[in-house]
């Protein structure tokens, strides 16, 4: 316990010193894209763009702009958006996180349980037409860009037989329903592909085969046996299916017109919004990093065999 209790530790120092780490980078990056986030305002003259500069201190030396805003990263404060009538970062993305997780939440349980159905079905029935048939949808669901199912999806079934809104987030669930299905087409294609490579192996092993010798139908032995030794892979690919998914697809959200985290991180790139790339930024690398030290944490859970050893190591 104690030794699994120090890699937990070790685990939070390294996605701190990460976190630090990506913040830099991205300040640095941000400070070498060309003009302002004042420059995109036509109405504005040299004078007054000055004058904007010099209020929010992007005249100060880089490296004191870069010191204040690590300062206020460690307690809370992401500056405030320029393009947005300074809107504190954290408002904006705090007002705009709803409509991401619940899509991603949706897509990332929908795509993950259908793809590990059909890649336990696919191992199962390996070699017949059925695992040749789910083998090629997985492959072309991760070959085709969500955002081409996304546009597929508005015109079938929204223009075509009109059962779902085109677009925006007024209609309650049913709003939710065709960007789900969009970004679940990932998910679920990586799930399969990876249960059945897994689920492949793990059916050739002697203790399923000892199993299969006790009488048990080949449903139990897949499902019940076979399942919890493959499901480890699939936890490690989920982690940041799950970041990308929750976080919102920057794409797919404003082919929906979704007023999710996504669509705001393609308006403050356009703009030069400092603040806001950056807080978006440090979100997305946030929940990267929390999700995968819950897969590490889940390793043990899954599969007793994984332990960590009391002298230390990853």
């Known amino acids: 316990m104690k030794s699994y209790t120090k890699f937990i530790l070790r685990r939070i120092f390294y996605m701190i010193l990460t976190l630090f780490i990506i913040a830099s980078i991205t300040f640095f990056l941000m400070n070498l894209l060309p003009g ?8 504005l003259s040299p004078e007054q763009i000055a004058m904007m500069n010099e209020r929010y201190g992007l005249n100060d030396p880089i490296i004191v702009q870069y010191f204040r805003y690590i300062g206020g990263m460690l307690v809370g404060d992401l500056g405030v958006s320029f393009q947005f009538n300074n809107t504190p970062v954290v408002d904006l993305i705090g007002n705009r996180i709803g409509p991401s997780i619940q899509l991603g939440l949706q897509a990332l349980v929908v795509g993950t349980v259908i793809g590990v159905i059909f890649g336990v079905v696919s191992a199962m029935y390996r070699n ?14 991760q070959s085709i860009p969500n955002f081409v199912f996304a546009v597929l999806l508005q015109l079938v079934f929204a223009v075509w037989l009109n059962w779902f809104p085109i677009a925006l987030w007024s209609d309650g669930f049913a709003s939710t329903v065709l960007p789900t299905v969009a970004l679940c087409i990932s998910p679920l294609a990586n799930s399969a592909r990876f249960m059945r490579t897994e689920m492949v192996d793990v059916l050739n092993s002697d203790y399923i085969e000892l199993a299969r010798a006790k009488g048990l139908s080949q449903m139990a032995v897949s499902f019940k046996h076979g399942l919890r030794n493959a499901m480890i892979p ?9 970041v990308a998914l929750m976080t919102g697809s920057m794409v797919v959200e404003n082919i929906f017109a979704i007023p999710g985290i996504g669509e705001q991180f393609v308006k403050s790139i356009t703009t030069n919004d400092y603040s806001t790339i950056m807080g978006v930024t440090m979100l997305y690398s946030l929940g990267l990093c929390l999700i995968l030290l819950i897969v590490d944490v889940l390793y043990g859970i899954v599969d007793p065999r994984i332990r960590i050893s009391s002298e230390g190591g990853d």
Do not use: Q
């Open 36 to 43: 302002t986030p004042f420059n995109a305002e036509d109405k």
């Open 234 to 242: 699939i936890l490690t690919i989920l982690g940041p299916l799950a």
């Open 128 to 141: 017949t037409w059925l695992d040749s048939s789910l083998t090629f949808l997985s492959i072309l669901g």
